[in-house]
């Protein structure tokens, strides 16, 4: 294939026509145009990455902080989580309804990788401050991303 500029001339025509006997399913089966599906598709891949990323950062954040820390500190930790996801998920829930859901997204996943490079930091100097951290940045992540799906499944209601 020729290239032009260092890209390759054709393929986006190659995959748009490959999908296309997909999005014309999707189309006739819910009832949106085109553009919408591509939107709706690019907002369930954010989702699902986010997600994803949830679940492991959660795995390994408690694997560390009970490896590390011991089961005798969780009592602990429940309290230091209170007292930080309280008043984070009363200001986040203020977001919600203002920000733009595809905007929300894109600024949750590029918190927590900002957040996940940051707690990674701490926990490779293996303080308890740090796993604690860990922990509980991760436990406040999951709470948000739980606060949008609640929203979601709330709009969801309403409209069908």
């Known amino acids: 294939m020729p290239r032009a500029g260092g890209v390759l001339q054709g393929t986006s025509r190659q995959i748009h026509s490959g999908a296309a006997p997909m999005a014309g399913f999707l189309e006739r089966q819910l009832g949106l145009p085109q553009e919408r599906l591509r939107r709706l598709s ?27 820390v011991g089961a005798n500190r969780l009592p602990l930790f429940y309290l230091l989580l209170a007292a930080v996801s309280i008043p984070v998920a009363s200001g986040f829930s203020h977001l919600v309804d203002r920000v733009p859901r595809l905007r929300l997204f894109h600024g949750l996943l590029l918190g927590s990788l900002g957040l996940a490079v940051l707690l990674r930091g701490m926990a490779v100097r293996s303080t308890l401050t740090g796993y604690f951290a860990l922990y509980t940045g991760f436990s406040v992540l999951e709470l948000l991303l739980e606060i949008i799906a609640e929203q979601l499944q709330s709009i969801r209601a309403e409209v069908g």
Do not use: G, R
Not at 53 to 58: E, F, I, R
């Open 42 to 68: 690019h907002f369930v891949f954010l989702a699902a990455t986010l997600l994803c990323a949830d679940v492991l950062a959660m795995t390994l954040a408690e694997s560390l902080f009970l490896a590390n």
